[in-house]
């Protein structure tokens, strides 16, 4: 009888799983069945075996583009998930204390905007910003008597990767702040008092009873945002186009020349789907160590 009532529940997945299919699946395995072809996107597909991932392998290129996927990772995971927890614990246990939730609300909105922005909207600002002629930022140098430190920010190899890696720091702050000050919601302000009774300080309070607390958001936003740079292309697209010299170059960006600038889509394919094997393997490892570290708690 309990599996005839749950028997209808399952209709419910269907949409997901049709829209699934068509949307991830079919698209995936036929982009693994190009990348083991030679094809210039017209005309018929030219079987290559294991040849694009022969290639890919000595391509210096792309382990330089995976090079800066990996500084893409520290700028959109690493550095964001560590502000955004001492920001999140400060707007919570200090602002919003002293000065009433309302404020903390708006300063939380006010981080989390340049997320609501489109990737485009944001990369075309900040590329003004940047700009070494009449950039906002050479100009407010020049203003304070730093002229000398003035720089071409986006066209110098040396500096044009920091740069991009500050824009999606800025741009990547507001989530995790939003997750994590939402993970605080549940946690029990009488540790807080027990803590701040023992004379813990607000720094002790916050490694010892917020980070611990919070733990499974933290897992969250450091999977979410190091996935989320693995696959960064619009601020590279809009920023520098991977340049300069292949500087700030990307995978993701590195398959799509391969598939418009150079119609070597069989390769592009091959980028794209070692990438995507690269996404999966992470994704599953991450959960798989998520899952025993809840296990031993319990």
Not at 36 to 47: A, D, N
Not at 148 to 176: E, I, N
Not at 205 to 233: D, G, M, N, S
Request: glycine residues 8%; charged residues 15%.
């Amino acid at each position: 009888m309990s599996r005839q009532r749950e028997y209808p529940y399952t209709l419910f997945l269907i949409p997901g799983a049709l829209a699934f299919l068509a949307v991830i699946v079919v698209p995936f395995l036929m982009n693994t069945g190009i990348s083991f072809t030679h094809w210039q996107g017209v005309g018929t597909p030219e079987w290559a075996g294991l040849d694009n991932y022969r290639t890919l392998l000595d391509d210096d290129a792309f382990w330089e583009s995976f090079r800066h996927s990996l500084a893409m990772v520290v700028a959109m995971a690493a550095i964001p998930t560590a502000l955004g927890l001492v920001l999140a614990a400060a707007l919570f246990d200090f602002v919003g204390k002293r000065f009433g939730s309302r404020t903390a609300s708006v300063l939380r909105a006010c981080f989390y905007l340049p997320q609501v922005l489109p990737i485009a909207v944001a990369g075309i600002v900040w590329s003004w910003i940047l700009a070494p002629e009449d950039g906002a930022l050479n100009d407010l140098l020049k203003a304070v008597g730093l002229g000398s430190l003035r720089h071409d920010w986006l066209g110098d190899p040396d500096l044009a990767l920091y740069s991009v890696m500050g824009v999606m720091v800025w741009v990547q702050l507001g989530f995790p702040l939003v997750v994590f000050m939402a993970g605080l919601q549940r946690v029990d302000p009488a540790l807080y008092e027990a803590a701040e009774l023992d004379g813990a300080s607000w720094w002790r309070r916050f490694w010892h009873v917020t980070l611990p607390q919070i733990r499974p958001e933290i897992f969250v936003v450091l999977l979410w945002c190091t996935i989320a740079a693995l696959k960064v292309f619009g601020a590279v697209y809009v920023l520098t186009k991977g340049g300069p010299g292949g500087a700030t170059n990307v995978p993701s960006y590195f398959s799509f020349q391969s598939f418009f600038e150079t119609t070597q889509v069989g390769y592009g394919s091959a980028v794209s789907t070692v990438l995507t094997v690269i996404i999966l393997a992470l994704a599953l490892v991450a959960l798989r160590l998520q899952t025993r570290a809840e296990d031993r708690e319990r």
